[in-house]
């Protein structure tokens, strides 16, 4: 397996790929985008889970920039069978993250690329095309593209939780055990808002929030997320402190402190 | 009194102060947007309700307009004490709605811009400047220049509410018993939403989502809400059925059909 911290040149070259996975991303999904009678399937019965037409074009768009630029690499996606490798190279995609959010109309879904080893990410994007904001982290270096231009992406200075802004998707969280958990540590914040999908991910690389604590991921969807935060500055692990890009459940801070501090209130919840 | 809609030189008047007003906004709140720092102070003691110099100076900048362009025109606005007017025009502005999102670093925090008389708005302007999505309605029309160019805004066909999208603010709405009204009917839902301020009333313009219920309004939060959805096809009231521009509760609805189900359902827990 290489160790992609090793050798620039193939940091480079799966750098130049990522970028054309994202492209390659937004020219299938914005064209779907606040279209009128856009239909959702249903994944999962008795769940809404849509799935557009713009989800799975958009995973085969970047399977096919990573089979011309990329041929020897491991893919884990959302839409379809994971592809095994032999170059060491993982990598995990979510082509449309958000995609309650994507059907509502709102600017906040995502394409998530990650690209690491079996062990984890060390390289990732928080692409969103609508808005045309690019969050990238990993390989030494963190950094947002925007509509304002160019800005280094680096998270908060600590502060106590009482003075914190929390994220989560919505406020249901997953079980009733991880919801109560969760609301223990948001009742403690300053504020606490909800709806951001993978968006307040790259907020909190930004240096805007201070912790986004989330449940029921699976690897997709927080694989990209951890590298842009980690290259930020902050610390992402599961609910025990331990690797979180196996996805279940994610807390991802500003620092260890605040880290810390949350953590130790969901542990104790979740012992409880 | 003007009644607006019979002088189309002052409707052109108005729709032209109305974008140099947007404009003027954009400019004083974008320095400000996600900028480490950025301090807020707390308006209302025990509550957190952050006032930014971006909200402050928005609103002086916007009121520079209209002295300039609309001298003899009311304003109310939500930073600044209300002006009295001769015209019979009424101005109400609210330089940067979504506050807690902004400070976030969220994008769906938005300028509102309305025109009208004192019997309600009639031209109104929703503005995200980050993302560069200005949604218009009134006067006969409905659109949105954004990122992708300029699309008509039109209001979503009738669906049932076990169909139907339904978004709010934060899930914590207003008091007990309005927060229960609103779950009543969020709980019939497809889809229940939160986190998108204004923006939320955009998408409901653009045919997006089928519903936005929310309490606790000032006349600033909802005028120009009322008037983008209502040109795109929409109806907006207070939980009453009655006129919302003052403010208070409000549901705004993609068409009759769905208005009135929701409706009844919130009178009936209302009155229950």
Known sequence: MHDLAVSSELQAAVRSAAFLCADAAAEATLPHFRTA??????????????????????????????????????????????????????????????????????????TLIAAGTKDGPQFGIIDQPYIKDRFVGGFGEAWCDGPMGRVPLRTRAPRDLSQATVFTTFPEVGTTKEQAAFHTVADQAQLVRYGMDCYAYALLAGGHIDLVIEAGLNSYDIQAPIAVVQAAGGIVTDWSGEAAHHGGRAIAAANAEIHAQALAILKDCMNG
């Open 37 to 110: 009678g856009l239909v959702a399937d249903n994944k999962l019965d008795g769940d809404y889970d849509p799935v557009t037409v713009a989800d799975r074009n958009a995973e085969i768009a970047i399977r096919q920039v990573l089979a011309e630029h990329r041929p020897d690499d491991a893919i884990i996606g959302e839409e379809l069978d994971d592809q095994t490798g032999t170059s060491g190279v993982v990598w995990v995609i979510d082509p449309i993250d958000g995609t309650r959010g994507f059907v509502s109309g709102t600017p906040t879904w995502g």
